[in-house]
């Protein structure tokens, strides 16, 4: 399956196609005219939406201008009902500056200013034929999907739809969702192309490969979940991601929690990945991925130790271009690529929900996975409140102070600065 991205990001014909003849199948249908008929499935589904309207600000070291944005995204989608398994979803997605043009939006020019990644745009950001297999069929408790889609598998370490940006990234897929039994779910997409949060006006909008992701989780253990997973990338010539950083990422995931009787919830993850070439992928391609997470809940607080590598041998540093980068190592976003010298993030989360509003404080200790330095620390702090089952409301808070070291600076002189932001948001969904 291919698609195109020009203006709306328009499918290409064999898809149009495909679709178009299962329409005119079903029309053709005497079950058409019938009480839960197709034309009833169209006109009887579900219209959703959302309006996030946001600013950012933006101070970096080493930039003589301050980065002000304030942007609207707004989503509106539209899911036909089901019919004999049958089903659809649309939706568009427009990404507004409706500010001054104070900032760095990757596509504008203005790079006297720090990056705030939220490119004008409007696209097509989901757009799938899908079916769901009954209970008495071959495809019981199995959902396929054929388009345009999110894809978020796990916590999004690997593959992800980048949310918090105001553009989402989603996959150009063929995906099949199945609980095999009560205890086995099986995920598996073909992906031919990513659409990033760049936008279609980018070059480094949309990246275009033959993707196999793979993820089976079992659940029968009483302590928690066990999660492998097998995700091979491999990368058209000519994209913004080379040929040459084709990969396959092979690992496994333990995942879960326990709470007395009366007492503390814990929390504990394992978790353990090995990357290496594949297909036309460079010989240098190899690192590995390691984390450990230990919690715990009392009351209304959570606490959580973190320890996460990405590993690097001085050339190669772990990848994870499909990922949720925000949602890891900081949120001033200082490594959504990781440096060739690898990461090690050790951090704290506190978290507290206290008169209607989720207090949530991090700090992380950076350094280097190899060689021995520091790359610096950040400091974290958000509250956001739900007014109601539609609105949210958030504000957000990164400082990173980069070390000075000098094989910091001299190998990471960006890491080696600070840079600090702050986000007002509101969410509106329906």
Avoid: C
């Amino acid at each position: 399956m291919n698609f195109i991205t020009p203006s709306v990001n328009r499918m290409r014909r064999p898809v149009y196609y495909v679709g178009l003849i299962h329409l005119l199948g079903l029309l053709a249908s005497p079950a058409v005219h019938a009480e839960g008929s197709f034309l009833e499935a169209i006109t009887g589904g579900k219209v959703s939406g959302q309006l996030r309207p946001r600013f950012e600000s933006v101070t970096q070291e080493g930039k003589s201008d301050k980065a002000s944005a304030f942007t609207l995204r707004t989503q509106l989608g539209y899911a036909t009902n089901d019919f004999q398994g049958f089903g659809a979803f649309v939706q568009f997605e427009d990404i507004r500056n409706l500010g001054s043009s104070r900032y760095n939006d990757t596509i504008n020019g203005l790079t006297q200013y720090p990056t705030v990644a939220d490119p004008e745009s409007t696209e097509i950001n989901q757009g799938f034929i899908s079916y769901k297999g009954g209970p008495d069929t071959l495809l019981a408790d199995t959902t396929i999907r054929y388009g345009r889609q999110i894809i978020n598998l796990d916590n999004q370490r690997f593959i992800g739809s980048v949310g918090w940006r105001q553009n989402s990234q989603t996959f150009d897929a063929f995906s099949v969702t199945s609980a095999v039994t009560n205890n086995v779910n099986v995920f598996f997409a073909h992906v031919t192309n990513t659409n990033r949060i760049f936008g279609q006006n980018s070059s480094q909008g949309d990246v275009r490969l033959n993707g196999e992701l793979l993820n089976i989780a079992y659940r029968g253990f009483k302590p928690g979940t066990l999660i492998g997973y097998a995700y091979l990338l491999d990368y058209a010539p000519g994209q913004p991601i080379a040929v040459t950083a084709s990969n396959k990422t092979l690992g496994l995931r333990f995942d879960g929690w326990h709470q007395p009787e009366g007492g503390a919830k814990f929390f504990y993850t394992a978790e353990y990945a090995n990357q290496s070439d594949y297909k036309n992928g460079a010989s240098t391609v190899g690192a590995s991925y390691r984390n450990l997470v230990l919690g715990a809940e009392v009351k209304t607080v959570q606490v959580k130790l973190n320890y996460e590598v990405l590993g690097g041998d001085g050339v190669y540093g772990f990848a994870t271009p499909f990922a949720t980068g925000h949602a890891f190592n900081g949120w001033a976003d200082q490594f959504l690529t990781t440096p060739r010298d690898g990461l090690q993030d050790i951090f704290i989360t506190l978290e507290k929900s206290w008169k209607g509003i989720h207090w949530l404080a991090r700090y992380d200790r950076y350094s280097s996975d190899t060689s021995g330095y520091d790359y610096g620390s950040e400091l974290g702090l958000q509250a956001s409140k739900k007014v109601n089952k539609n609105l949210t409301l958030l504000a957000k808070y990164a400082d990173y102070s980069g070390d000075t070291n000098s094989t910091n600076v001299a190998r990471n002189l960006t890491l080696s600065r600070d840079l600090s932001k702050f986000w007002l948001q509101a969410d509106f969904q329906f």
